[in-house]
């Protein structure tokens, strides 16, 4: 084969032990789900010759492939928040299809709940105060202000409501009631949103993401792999990345996320339409995340997001599925969710989503996905459209 020619596939997937995870360290976390992806593939460990992993260690991900046991030839310790792991995953196809790797692992863990449950650390309400940060953090400009802002905008310029962000939320809920593995499983109403905690207007509790524990692994391959492993390939059909700003000055319009060129991108390279994709995995540290991305990923017009989210158009059932596990306002958010949003897609694909299961009208299985990741507030994101043979 030429350079560039290798077609990749998604091999393996797992999480850890998710939720409420007392007693262990990230490190463990890593390994579990490193452990339990090689197994999903049904391949060895030997057989690793790339690794990704971010937000743990000195030199991540050196520690991190120390730790596994893992001597990569080629790494990649990109850290954009949230989406760091849809650009990972774009970056370690392009290695695997130049011929520069042959199989990638893609390795996340956290134990952010039960560090503050112990005292280990606290809750973090900036990012930091250096380089361009410093002239916004004095001023009480806190990472959740920044989203409540940009939602504020919309809802004036484009007339969207509360109870219309309060709709995902809902919806969220109710696919998370599916997944045995989700922190939060009753269901919740729209008042009941509205009625929380203010937190950062408009935003109430139920408006932003859980804090929980947990990691997760994604093993890409080149398809000559696919042959030996135990699963059927999710092939990756096309990637995107796109960096917008880091200070809110230099954010020329709140209601446009990065994921509207990371999202061209992705779906020009696939050679597919939005309209094709069966279900979406979407970041959403808060409501209005979910949104707007929906919006810029081309599922339906600038402006529109509120009247699209509204009528269970998001639940399982519903026109255009997304985050079929309950996402990072139900299911589980250990810090950057974005390798979360690729395991679930892959589990959809692959028919193994148990319970919670979408299926096409025709009652066949989901054949197109899109995973999208958002790092910082709205500073980054990474695409990548997923599909089965």
């Excluded at 134990?111 to 005292?119: M, Q, S």
């Excluded at 309060?166 to 109403?189: C, G, H, K, L, Y």
Aim: aromatic share 6%; charged share 20%.
């Amino acid at each position: 084969m030429t350079p560039g020619s290798r077609k990749v596939a998604v091999v393996g997937v797992s999480l850890s032990d998710c939720g409420r995870v007392d007693g262990v360290t990230p490190y463990a976390l890593h390994a579990q789900a490193a452990r339990r992806a090689l197994a999903d593939a049904g391949l060895d460990r030997g057989v690793v010759d790339g690794f990704a992993s971010a937000g743990l260690g000195t030199l991540a991900p050196a520690e991190v492939a120390e730790y596994l046991g893992l001597r990569p030839d080629w790494v990649d310790s990109t850290s954009v928040g949230g989406s760091t792991w849809e650009v990972m995953a774009a970056h370690a196809a392009d290695a695997i299809a130049a011929g520069h790797a042959n199989a990638v692992l893609l390795v996340y863990g956290s134990t952010a709940r039960a560090d503050i449950k112990a005292g280990r650390r606290t809750g973090n309400l900036s990012f930091g105060s250096r380089g361009p940060l410093q002239f916004e953090v004095p001023y009480g400009h806190t990472l959740i202000a920044k989203y409540a802002m940009a939602a504020r905008r919309h809802m004036h310029t484009y007339g969207t409501t509360i109870e219309q962000l309060a709709s995902v939320a809902v919806q969220a809920r109710a696919n998370a009631a599916a997944n045995p593995e989700a922190m939060f499983r009753d269901p919740i109403t729209v008042d009941e949103v509205l009625d929380g905690p203010l937190i950062a207007d408009p935003f109430t509790k139920l408006h932003c993401c859980l804090r929980s524990d947990g990691g997760a692994a994604v093993l890409l391959a080149a398809e000559e792999y696919v042959r030996d492993c135990r699963r059927a390939p999710v092939w990756i059909l096309g990637t995107g990345e796109h960096v917008s700003h880091t200070t809110m000055s230099e954010w020329e319009d709140f209601t446009v996320s990065p994921a509207a060129v990371s999202g061209r991108h992705a779906f020009g390279r696939a050679g597919v339409r939005p309209e094709e994709v069966d279900l979406a995995e979407i970041y959403d540290a808060f409501t209005y995340m979910t949104l707007v991305t929906l919006e810029d990923l081309g599922f339906c017009a600038k402006g529109e997001g509120g009247a699209f989210v509204e009528k269970g158009r998001l639940t399982l059932s519903g026109d255009l599925p997304v985050n079929t596990d309950g996402g990072g306002l139900s299911a589980q958010h250990p810090g950057m969710r974005g390798l979360f949003l690729l395991v679930e897609a892959v589990r959809q694909l692959r028919g193994e989503a148990d319970g919670r299961q979408v299926r096409r009208r025709d009652g066949t299985l989901p054949r197109l996905a899109v995973a999208s990741g958002t790092g910082g507030w709205f500073c980054s994101s990474g695409t990548v459209v997923l599909g089965r043979d």
